[in-house]
Structure formats: structure tokens, C-alpha cells
């Protein structure tokens, strides 16, 4: 099993910035993708970021030259940094990580933070 625990949330200003962190504990050996996910309220859980080992980042359009995602091996964490933020980018914040290196969601979940952005 693979246990996810999200952090860095919070509430920003329209075009301010958050980075958020996810690390993993377990069975990390069997995590070859990890990525980010959002929903908002009335809407479905959509991708904002994978990164599949020995593979080059996957975006949403919507955080294109916004978002940047990148993986620390070493600490077992992957990060979401998030520049010019916009009121539409408010939803909880759910890292994910799959036993595959491919874009597809993966089998494990955190709990999700909450990303609030201000007008």
C-alpha cells in the first residue's frame, strides 16, 4: 500500500503564488507516476499535472506556463508549484500516484488540500 500526504494549501491572492508537496510512504518501490488533481465543488475530479518516471510532465491547458510539477526522488515527494494565480484555480488539491509510467490516473490518493484564490 501506498499512503499520500498532501500539504501547502491555503488561501492566496489572484496572482499570488503556493507550492504544494505531496510525500509517500509504504510500498513506494511500486510508484512509477505521481500527479495532481483538483475538484471543485459540483464539478469532477480533473487532472492538473502528472509526471510518469523517465517521462516529460503532462499539463491541463488550463495551467499551461502557470503550474509546474517536479518529483524528489530522493525525499519521495512531488511538488506543485503554482504562479499567477486565479480565482478559477480554487478546488481541493488531490496528489495521486500510479504503478504505471504512463498519463493515467492512478490507483492511490491523498486526502486533498484546499486551495482558495481571492479576488
Known amino acids: 500500500q501506498v499512503q499520500l500526504v498532501e500539504s501547502g494549501g491555503g488561501l492566496v491572492q489572484a496572482g499570488g503564488s503556493l507550492r504544494l508537496s505531496c510525500a509517500a510512504s509504504?510500498?513506494?518501490?511500486?510508484?512509477?507516476?505521481m500527479g495532481w488533481y483538483r475538484q471543485s465543488p459540483g464539478k469532477q475530479r480533473d487532472l492538473v499535472a502528472v509526471i510518469p518516471n523517465g517521462r516529460v510532465p503532462n499539463y491541463a491547458d488550463s495551467v499551461k506556463g502557470r503550474f509546474t510539477i517536479a518529483k524528489d526522488n530522493a525525499k519521495n515527494t512531488v511538488y506543485l508549484q503554482m504562479n499567477s494565480l486565479k480565482p478559477e484555480d480554487t478546488a481541493v488539491y488531490y496528489c495521486n500516484a500510479g504503478r504505471y509510467s504512463d498519463y493515467n490516473v492512478g490507483v492511490y490518493w491523498g486526502q486533498g488540500t484546499q486551495v482558495t484564490v481571492s479576488s
Open positions: 509504504g510500498s513506494i518501490f511500486s510508484i512509477k507516476a
